[in-house]
Structure formats: structure tokens, C-alpha cells
């Protein structure tokens, strides 16, 4: 089948276009600009350009004879412009899903990909938004299944980069020493990871199952971990013995403040501050019994992303 899919000079979306494209389908990506190196497959037919923001942007053209949708855009940092929440996430799969229906593909998959953690009552932003989005796809008519992924990790991954920042000099702009390692709060809320191949199998298998049709998958990887475990997981694979020093979230919160307002891409947001106060995991076997993968535990991703 055609898919389209979108973001797909992104991260996931780059790791998507290079699995569906393994399983036989033929894929055009959408994204904003055309991706470069290792993001850039041989095989995929790319439309740079897009703002899912912008319901200008989105043609015809771009869903001719397409038989499912893919839909990985989001941000979890709100910029300027077009770059909010409410405008990528909401109003951009409101854009996108008006275009596949104009278009005529009403019977065609719809995939897309929120996060555990949303909701309407959710304290940051981001998880309410990307639960409103859900609620589009869910009204939008087309056969749509849902996944709700932990942290998605891999080597060229935007995470891993943060966490190494994070590591090496405290996730501050400029790269100088810095002797601990900033913790916020506690560090015993829990994440999930999943690799981002593991995710990537879920979907191109949920395109062909019928059983998949109106459901929502979390998903996540073989085991839990704590911040603090996620942070030293990190530290010992890159080789960084530094101690861990935890700071009191509302401390945080006043310096992510200042950070936003004089800063393009902060180290942290207050938004992000907000959904560290819940766990970030699931008990859903569906990985498993679903889709039939048996998901990486997080060392073994750190020893796929380091190779030792």
C-alpha cells in the first residue's frame, strides 16, 4: 500500500519511512524541510515544505492514491509563530484530517501517535493537546488506530540527545564542566522506554490487521525505570562517573521561567516540569500479545545506541 506519512524528516519519522519501506509498501513522507544524511531514504518520495499548522499547505496532490496515513508530527517544545501546542498538535491534525476527507480517501488507515500520559486533566500542556488531537482523529470518520508510546529512544534520537547534554554539562547551552548531574526533584517517577524500531514494527503491523481499528495502544518497552536510573543508564554507557544532585521542582520551575523567556530551545520548559510530577508507564501487554514483539529492555536500547 501507499502510505504518507508525516513528520517524516523527523526522528520517528525517518525510522518509519525505513520500516515500511522493508515491509513492502511505498511511502511519501511530509515534512517541513528536506531531511539530510542518515533521515534521508532512498525510496521515499519527499514533499518538503509542510506546515500541518497551516491548512494552506496541505494539497490535493499530496494524497493521490495514498491507502493510509501516518501521522508523527508533534513538538514537545512550543516555539514561535505556528510552533504552539495547540497549533501543531490540535488545529494541524484538524488541517490534516480536513485534507485526507477532501481528498477522498475517507476509507483509508489513519494512524496516529499521541503519548502515554494524555489527557484533558493533565498538567502540562503538551498531554493535553495531544489527547485533543486524539479526539479529532477519533470524530474524523476514518478507521484510525491510536498508539500511546513511553520515551522512544535511539541512536539519532532528540532525547538522547538531551539526556547526554543532560550528563555532560548539566543541559546547559554552553558545553562547560559540570561536576553533578542535575536531577529534577526526586528522580523516582517512572518512564517506559521503547526503541524506536520496536515502535516502528507495531505500526507497520497494525496497518494490516483489521483487529487494530478503533483502539488505542500504550506501549512500551520491556522494563521501568526511574529517572534516576534512566540518568545513570546514560552516564555509565558514556563513560561519566558524576553524582546525581536533585533540585526542588518549584526552584526549577522559576529558572525554566527565565530560560523561556530569554532562550529559542531551553534545556527545560515548565511544561515539561509539569508531566514529570506522573509516571510515564503502562501495564498493557498489547506489544506483546498484539503485535507479536518482544520489546528491548532498556539496556539492551543503551547497548544499541552505544554498541557496548
Keep these: 500500500m501507499k502510505v504518507l506519512v508525516t513528520g517524516a524528516s523527523g526522528f520517528v519519522g525517518s525510522h518509519m519511512a525505513e520500516a515500511l519501506l522493508k515491509a513492502g509498501h511505498s511511502v511519501r513522507g511530509l515534512s517541513r524541510q528536506m531531511p539530510e544524511g542518515e533521515r534521508r531514504k532512498p525510496g521515499v518520495e519527499y514533499i518538503p515544505d509542510l506546515d500541518?499548522?497551516?491548512s494552506s499547505t496541505l494539497t490535493s496532490q499530496m494524497f493521490h492514491e495514498v491507502d493510509a496515513i501516518v501521522h508523527l508530527v508533534g513538538i514537545i517544545q512550543q516555539g514561535t509563530g505556528n510552533q504552539t501546542f495547540q497549533r501543531v498538535h490540535v488545529d494541524g491534525t484538524q488541517n490534516l484530517v480536513d485534507a485526507a476527507t477532501d481528498s477522498g480517501i475517507t476509507s483509508g488507515r489513519f494512524v496516529y501517535m499521541s503519548a502515554i500520559g494524555s489527557s484533558p486533566d493533565s498538567p502540562a500542556e503538551y498531554s493535553r493537546t495531544k489527547y485533543a488531537a486524539e479526539q479529532v482523529v477519533m470524530k474524523s470518520g476514518f478507521p484510525y488506530t491510536i498508539f500511546r508510546p513511553s520515551l522512544v529512544l535511539g541512536r539519532d534520537g532528540e532525547f538522547v540527545k538531551q539526556m547526554e547534554d543532560l550528563v555532560k554539562h548539566g543541559g546547559l547551552p554552553i558545553p562547560l564542566p559540570f561536576p553533578f548531574i542535575p536531577v529534577p526533584g526526586p528522580g523516582l517517577n517512572k518512564f517506559q522506554p521503547i526503541d524506536v524500531d520496536d515502535l516502528c514494527a507495531c505500526v507497520v503491523r497494525c496497518l494490516n490487521d483489521r483487529r487494530t481499528v478503533g483502539k488505542v495502544y500504550e506501549v512500551g518497552g520491556a522494563t521501568q525505570v526511574t529517572f534516576n536510573l534512566l540518568l545513570e543508564g546514560f552516564a555509565g554507557r558514556m563513560?561519566?562517573?558524576k553524582p546525581l544532585l536533585h533540585a526542588p521542582i518549584p526552584a526549577l520551575g522559576v529558572a525554566a521561567t527565565v530560560m523561556e523567556a530569554l532562550m529559542p530551545k531551553p534545556p527545560v520548559t515548565r511544561d515539561q516540569l509539569a508531566n514529570l510530577g506522573r509516571d510515564n508507564v503502562t501495564n498493557s501487554r498489547a506489544i506483546e500479545?498484539?503485535?507479536?514483539?518482544?520489546?528491548?529492555?532498556?539496556p539492551q536500547i543503551l547497548t544499541k545506541i552505544y554498541g557496548n
Excluded at 289 to 298: D, K, Q, R, S, Y
Design 52 to 54: 500541518i499548522a497551516l
Design 239 to 241: 563513560g561519566v562517573k
Design 289 to 298: 500479545e498484539v503485535f507479536g514483539i518482544n520489546p528491548l529492555a532498556f
